[in-house]
């Protein structure tokens, strides 16, 4: 039973660390684009074009999933390399300019990630959570991954209004993005801490 609370606090943990990265890092990716380049088609293709690719190469997460012989590895696996997306995105800001190529690719390999860990993510946590307590867990889950969710994109966005008052716009943008790659790794270390039975 406690390798069981174990699970859970770690499950629910996941799920908070997962949407502070969502509300400081995806979320503000769009006005990046903006920031950086000023162009609207970009910050508009760039929260389409990518999720379109990236729906593409999460194709290959039955194959990884074979070879690793493991959901939890994959999932981890995803999780670190997404936390990873965020760093050349600091640097970035940091730099002031980035090749769009580079952006739309970082952009997609984020989304591949995202997209490529959700069915393992819902075929492991299955066998973890016994079914008589799944609707109260997952429903609790929620709500702390909505405040997670919220607090990541209200904080962002007066952590952006001050950078920008104080006249380091981008360096808000690092600064957030920094802040994403951080969430997404708690959230993997708290991926790892699961069972896999």
């Keep these: ?41 970009a910050a508009g293709l760039i929260a389409t074009v990518p999720m379109a690719v990236g729906a593409l190469l999460q194709l290959i997460s039955p194959c990884a ?8 590895a994959w999932v981890v696996l995803c999780a670190v390399v997404q936390s990873l997306t965020f760093l050349p995105l600091v640097a ?29 993510w819902n075929a492991w946590v299955d066998t973890l959570v016994p079914r008589a307590q799944r609707a109260s867990f997952f429903a ?5 991954g909505q405040v997670g969710l919220l607090l990541g994109f209200v904080g962002g966005g007066c952590l952006l209004q001050a950078t920008t008052a104080g006249g380091q716009h981008l360096g808000g943008f690092a600064l957030l993005f920094l802040l994403a790659a951080v969430a997404r790794l708690v959230s993997a270390c708290c991926l790892h801490s699961q069972r896999e039975l």
């Design 140 to 144: 609790r889950r929620t709500l702390v």
């Design 1 to 41: 039973m406690n390798e069981l609370r174990k699970d859970l606090r770690a499950i629910t943990a996941d799920g908070a660390a997962f949407s502070v990265m969502v509300g400081t890092g995806e979320t503000y990716l769009p006005a990046f684009v903006v920031a950086l380049s000023g162009s609207q088609l």
């Design 92 to 120: 970035a800001a940091a730099l002031g300019s980035i090749p769009t190529g580079a952006l739309f690719a970082l952009a997609s390999v984020y989304w591949a990630m995202t997209l490529g860990a959700g069915p393992a």
């Design 65 to 72: 999933i074979r070879h690793l012989h493991s959901y939890k």
